[in-house]
């Protein structure tokens, strides 16, 4: 069992950077894929960006050349740098580990950029 925790979130203007942290309770280096997502008011939740285990990442395309994921396997932690944030970035982001047999999900932290 591996419990998620993220950190980072706040209230920030539009431009501004923030960085999101999903600390993991236990080792992360047998996770195939990690994730964020981010659930934005009244919308679905949406995948934002993923790396592999061997490093390749992945973005939408809101956010391509803006976010920046990355993994620190020694201290099991995933990080999500943020810049350049839009009020359309606005949502409550969530970390996911998927493992081979099964996936594991943070409680999520709530980000929101004023215009």
């Known amino acids: 069992q591996v419990q998620l925790v993220e950190s980072g979130g706040g209230l920030v203007q539009a431009g501004g950077s923030l960085r999101l942290s999903c600390a993991a309770s236990?080792?992360?280096?047998?996770?195939?894929?990690i994730s964020w997502y981010r659930q934005p008011p009244g919308a679905q939740r949406e995948g934002v960006a993923t790396?592999?285990?061997?490093?390749?990442?992945n973005y939408r395309d809101s956010v391509k050349g803006r976010f920046t994921i990355s993994r620190d396997n020694a201290k099991n932690t995933v990080y999500l740098q943020m810049d350049s944030l839009k009020p359309e970035d606005t949502a409550v982001y969530y970390c996911?580990?998927?493992?081979?047999?099964?996936?594991?999900w943070g409680q999520g932290t709530q980000v929101t950029v004023s215009s």
């Open positions: 996911k580990v998927q493992t081979l047999v099964t996936s594991y």
């Open positions: 236990g080792s992360i280096q047998r996770a195939l894929v």
């Open positions: 790396i592999t285990s061997g490093g390749d990442t």
